[in-house]
């Protein structure tokens, strides 16, 4: 008989996992798709760089546990600082040590993710003793060939990061970019959607890396890792002036994440996304007042809105009657953020003020 593909598991078979669940306790899951996004110049990859470095160590992170594993770190832009980096954490962390970490390796070599994976996976099975414990994507951007507004585009990438997890059970860390509206990774929300543990990072008012655990699937959030950027004199170049690069460090700071906005109901949440992707996907330049504003069209946040809206019923007719009447609802009640107004039958919406 043949052997079926799917497996039925009965429940008293249902067993947890005897090995540890997580690569940095609380913050990195042992296998899954991570996201850590943040502002241009925030520290999120040298965050991202220092915490791996300790998992190929096996180093306790911030007074946090940590599992040993082998890190293959794809290093896809500012690659020719990654040997000062390099070198910085050796001469702050690794002085008295063998100045080596054999558990981690880089590529600097440009991808297609979408189309390399399955090659990256044999480059890294023949090149690499064991599997990794990680891979590390950095960034989305120079790995991505297509849109990160459309959800094709994003479904077959978030497949092949699928691809390699699968290949090695390992953990993929993507680092990725923020868009026009700083409050959410860029491109399609199926990224947050698809992600086991996503990490924001950013810079506080004195400059220091802040990394806040925003959402997570098997693992509380919350957690917050503050750091600063420290400088490290590497020697001199052939000119004789001071080479130097960076190294986190922790930070003294007040770590409580911050407060979710008051009084936001989960319509208004959905509304606020949905806005943010209708406007990434088909958002226009208009003057309003002499000045160059983005805006949608209403229908198209409409149709994104919908398929955001979930009311648990079956009856899709009733399911798409009740978010049309939540949305114009809320259209009618807008954010003093949002803006309304008709221009040649078509009624278009843009935001002002602080996001």
Request: net charge neutral.
């Amino acid at each position: 008989m043949e052997e079926p593909r799917f497996k039925l598991i009965s429940f008293d078979k249902i067993k947890r996992k005897q090995t540890a669940a997580y690569l940095i306790k609380g913050l990195i899951p042992r296998t899954g798709f991570v996201v850590i996004w943040g502002p241009p110049k925030c520290g999120k990859s040298f965050w991202t760089f220092d915490a791996v470095l300790h998992v190929a160590l096996g180093r306790e992170y911030r007074g946090r546990r940590v599992m040993v594993g082998k890190v293959v770190y794809l290093a896809l832009e500012g690659q020719d600082g990654f040997g000062d980096r390099a070198d910085a954490f050796r001469l702050r962390h690794l002085e008295d040590g063998p100045g080596n970490v054999p558990g981690f390796f880089l590529i600097k070599e440009r991808t297609d993710l979408v189309r390399d994976h399955v090659e990256l996976i044999r480059c890294i099975r023949s090149q690499c003793d064991g599997a990794p414990s990680a891979v590390v994507i950095d960034t989305m951007n120079r790995s991505l060939v297509g849109s990160e507004s459309k959800d094709e585009d994003m479904a077959a990438y978030i497949k092949a990061a699928d691809a390699i997890r699968e290949a090695f059970d390992c953990a993929v860390i993507v680092i990725h970019h923020c868009g026009r509206d700083e409050t959410r990774p860029r491109g399609h929300t199926s990224l947050t959607g698809a992600a086991d543990v996503q990490i924001s990072v950013k810079r506080d008012r004195d400059g220091n890396v802040i990394a806040e655990v925003e959402y997570a699937k098997d693992m509380p959030e919350g957690a917050v890792i503050a750091s600063r950027l420290e400088l490290v004199e590497l020697g001199l170049d052939q000119d004789g002036d001071p080479l130097t690069s960076c190294v986190l460090v922790p930070a003294e700071v007040d770590q409580k994440p911050a407060a979710k906005k008051a009084g936001e109901t989960k319509v208004i949440r959905i509304f606020r996304d949905a806005f943010t992707e209708a406007l990434d996907s088909h958002g226009e330049t208009i003057q309003v007042r002499g000045d160059q504003v983005r805006a949608v069209d209403t229908q198209h946040l409409r149709e994104e809105f919908g398929r955001r809206y979930a009311t648990g019923e079956i009856d899709q007719k009733k399911c798409t009657a009740t978010a049309n009447k939540a949305f114009r609802r809320t259209l009618n009640n807008l954010p003093s953020q949002f803006v309304t107004e008709v221009r040649d039958d078509r009624e278009l919406i843009w935001r002002v003020g602080p996001r």
